[in-house]
């Protein structure tokens, strides 16, 4: 389109203000950039002043391209907004989990599974932001090596809990984790299924299998949330279909879109490193035989949230990604 599309970001928080740093960075091509709340009010996002309008149908006429970043279930936007915003027009990208596991709905990472766009119904959905940044680095292993199972802990920023999070660590807000997050470790993110997995674990085991589309995969997860502002690390520890070396899985990893290799194992990436940069960044990997592991770290706004959303928006129109 020569004149740029018209889009829209629904949702004024941690992920609404990196969507549209996003958009500014890659330089999408915008006509106009309306961003869309509960409440209208002047914001501030990336830096940039905004006149933010009210989330409703109306808002959505001559939108071209709609990313959704406003919190999920019955109250959140997507829920109540996101099938208004395709009735005129609009092609969602929905950083919820509303509708991830919808057999109709691309679940995409572009570096892993871009062609899962075509024949797309005016609505996609971006992963979990602890499975996009895991999926970068197994596709590439996957490809090479085959893979059988998957067991990762991971250690999540409190930015992933929106603005919310955020005031817990900086502010000991109370009503956002089950336990004082300052100073701890807290191994319960969302709610505990009947299989014990918290609804965050399960996301990564049914995401990955989707995204990967290994719908069998063994996939282990437990999820921390820690006190770190920004930047979700992951232990991953893997079994592969065929036996590899040290260089053969360095190779892989190093050559791989959307990965940047941290150098050999005394070298490592930390969230703070990682935060601000759209790479997955990998670390202290280990080989023996069949079993790999290593450490992951990305910025859980943008390759987990922005940066992935606007490189599905890029796929779209055909734009870079
Ligand atoms: N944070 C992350 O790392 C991350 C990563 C991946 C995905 N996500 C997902 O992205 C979404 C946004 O997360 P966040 O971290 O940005 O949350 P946040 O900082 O809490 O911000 C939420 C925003 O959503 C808006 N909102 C809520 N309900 C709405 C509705 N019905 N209509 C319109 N706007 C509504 C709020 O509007 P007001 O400002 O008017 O209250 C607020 O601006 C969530 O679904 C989250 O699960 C987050």
Not at 248 to 260: I, S
Not at 287 to 303: A, F, I, M, P, T
Request: some cysteine.
């Amino acid at each position: 389109m020569a004149d740029g599309y018209t889009v829209a970001v629904v949702g004024a928080g941690m992920v609404g203000d990196r969507l549209v740093a996003e958009l500014r960075r890659r330089e999408f091509p915008l006509k106009e950039l309306r961003v869309l709340a509960r409440s209208a009010r002047r914001s501030v996002l990336a830096g940039e002043e905004f006149e933010v309008g009210v989330a409703g149908p109306e808002a959505f006429e001559g939108v071209d391209i709609a990313f959704f970043a406003g919190t999920e279930g019955e109250k959140g936007a997507a829920v109540q907004l996101a099938r208004e915003a395709i009735a005129r027009g609009a092609t969602v990208i929905d950083n919820g989990s509303d509708f991830r596991l919808d057999p109709e709905v691309p679940l995409v990472v572009p570096e892993v599974n871009a062609d899962a766009l075509k024949g797309h119904g005016g609505l996609v959905a971006n992963p979990n932001c602890s499975t996009s940044q895991m999926v970068v680095t197994l596709a590439p292993l996957a490809r090479e090596f085959g893979l059988r199972k998957v067991v990762v802990s991971t250690y999540q920023a409190v930015s992933g809990s929106g603005r919310g999070g955020v005031d817990a660590l900086e502010n000991g807000r109370e009503d956002v984790y089950p336990k004082p997050i300052l100073g701890n470790a807290i191994p319960l993110i969302g709610g505990v299924g009947e299989d014990g997995y918290t609804s965050e674990e399960t996301k990564m085991r049914e995401e990955s299998r989707k995204i990967l589309g290994l719908p069998d995969l063994e996939v282990y997860a437990t999820a921390v949330r820690i006190p770190v502002h920004t930047g979700h690390s992951e232990s991953i520890y893997i079994e592969t279909e065929r036996e590899a070396t040290l260089p053969e899985v360095l190779d892989a990893l190093r050559d791989a879109p959307g990965v940047v290799f941290s150098g050999e194992a005394d070298d490592f990436p930390t969230p703070l490193e990682a935060a601000g940069d759209p790479g997955t960044f990998v670390g202290r990997v280990r080989v023996e035989g069949d079993r790999v592991q290593y450490w992951c770290v990305s910025d859980n706004l943008l390759k987990g949230a922005a940066t992935n959303a606007v490189q599905i928006a890029e796929s779209l129109v055909g734009a870079r990604v």
